[in-house]
Structures are given as C-alpha cells and as structure tokens.
C-alpha cells in the first residue's frame, strides 16, 4: 500500500468480500451483491483529542477485523486496491477469533 497514514480518529479498512454463491449453488453476480460490510483494518490513525487536549487512543488497530455500517466511509483507491476511510464511530464492533 502508497505510504497513507490516516489522521485522527481516522482509519483505512478493506472490505473482506464474502461467498460468492448461494447455499443452493446459484453463482452471484457482482452487480446484484451488497459490498461487504464487514473488513480488516489496514491503517489506524493515534486517535482524536478530548476536551483537555489530550489523544485518546483507538480501539481498533491494523490486523483486527470489524463491523461497519452499510454506508460508512468513503471509498478511496490507494496502489490499485479500492479502500474505505472511516471514522472509528462509523465501526460497530471488532469480530473475535474463535478460541
């Protein structure tokens, strides 16, 4: 990925794209898909100020996957590879590795 560090309580996730067919067989094509709302964090800004000035660090750093609404961020092509630059509070969650 271009050198891109993302500020603030920003950070740049890609979409992680899932099955393509459905539980029957029947291949999707990419028009008739909804873009995935779930991806992993590539990028993540030091965090946004408080009141007193001070950065309050991110939840959320590179390698976690996450949850995001279905119109959140703005979509951004860094090196070829289409990405998403978000706010942390546009995420909903952090998806957990099964133990």
């Excluded at 603030?8 to 067919?21: A, L, P, Q």
């Excluded at 873009?35 to 660090?57: D, L, S, T």
Aim: no cysteine; charged share 30%; proline share 4%.
């Amino acid at each position: 990925m271009a050198k891109f560090r993302p500020l603030h309580d920003r950070v740049v996730v890609r979409r992680i794209t899932g099955e393509e067919k459905t539980a029957g067989g029947i291949i999707i094509p990419d028009t008739a898909k909804e873009k995935p709302m779930e991806g992993e964090i590539i990028a993540a800004g030091p965090g946004a100020r408080n009141e007193q000035g001070a950065i309050v660090a991110l939840d959320v750093k590179a390698g976690d996957r996450v949850l995001f609404g279905k119109w959140s961020g703005t979509e951004v092509k860094l090196d070829g590879e289409e990405l998403l630059i978000m706010k942390e509070s546009d995420i909903m969650g952090i998806v957990e590795k099964a133990a």
